[in-house]
């Protein structure tokens, strides 16, 4: 599997030159900066032999942009699992579980890390799969942030060597399947002020399930003939007769 590491807005160069040798440390070149301060000559000499990986860095102004295409987006945060929102549970998963989760798949793995003040915003959270919180005392459980990465790296390094055999839905696929719940909900008048928690929800469901391309399909497959039956009825209930001779949607084999 792919590592890509991603630093959100992270406000200190000498910390972004840090994370430049951790990945040199563990054999990882992909770091993505996202809108961060100008890398000068502190970076590069914290960087130290790590030169090459943060000269080589990609920089990009939206957190969009550094995702790309990733098989599975992972945030990390210092807070508990515990919510604010009823009824809405946060797992969080330890690095060593998350290396014990995705040891069989294939595709891109984006790691978020926020920045050194206020960490990753919860829209941000919101965008991720999964969510990763290493168990420091709770007494003080906010790390430094190239000490974070070091310890996220040290337990997930070695799937960047490893071929899985499960290939994940990419980014774009599960986009357009949270796109679909959501005018689903519409579609069935869902309460409005419960739409935002619920589809917070289902995508924490489903990003712990980790889809593939396929079961991706079969789920807009499921919603597109709820669509289709719900146009049939309430056509049926007009009376009319609208909708007849209307294509049934094709079911994706599972």
Not at 36 to 65: N, Q
Not at 93 to 122: I, S, W, Y
Not at 152 to 159: F, G, P, Q, R, T
């Amino acid at each position: 599997m792919e590592i890509r590491t991603v630093l959100v807005e992270p406000k200190n160069e000498e910390n972004i030159g840090a994370v430049a040798r951790v990945l040199k440390n563990f054999g990882l070149t992909d770091l993505i900066l996202v809108n961060p301060p100008p890398l000068r000559a502190k970076a590069f000499s914290v960087a130290s032999h790590a030169a090459d990986v943060l000269g080589a860095c990609t920089i990009v102004p939206t957190l969009a942009e550094a995702l790309g295409n990733a098989a599975l987006v992972v945030g990390t945060t210092s807070q508990s699992g515990v919510s604010s929102a009823r009824h809405l549970r946060r797992p969080f998963f330890t690095p060593r579980e998350l290396k014990g989760k995705v040891q069989d798949h294939q595709g891109m793995l984006a790691l978020l890390f926020g920045r050194e003040d206020t960490g990753l915003l919860n829209d941000e959270l919101m965008r991720c799969d999964l969510v990763l919180r290493i168990p420091a005392s709770p007494g003080y459980p906010v790390l430094n942030l190239s000490h974070a990465v070091a310890i996220v790296l040290y337990e997930l390094s070695e799937l960047a060597a490893t071929s899985g055999t499960i290939t994940l839905a990419q980014l774009d696929e599960r986009e357009r399947l949270y796109e679909h719940l959501s005018t689903f909900l519409d579609e069935i008048e869902y309460r409005p002020h419960k739409k935002a928690k619920t589809l917070l929800m289902l995508r924490r469901i489903l990003g712990r399930a980790e889809l593939t391309a396929l079961e991706v399909r079969t789920l807009h497959g499921i919603l597109s003939k709820a669509e289709w039956s719900m146009g049939r009825r309430a056509a049926g209930e007009e009376g009319e007769g609208e909708g007849e001779g209307e294509e049934e949607p094709r079911e994706e084999a599972a």
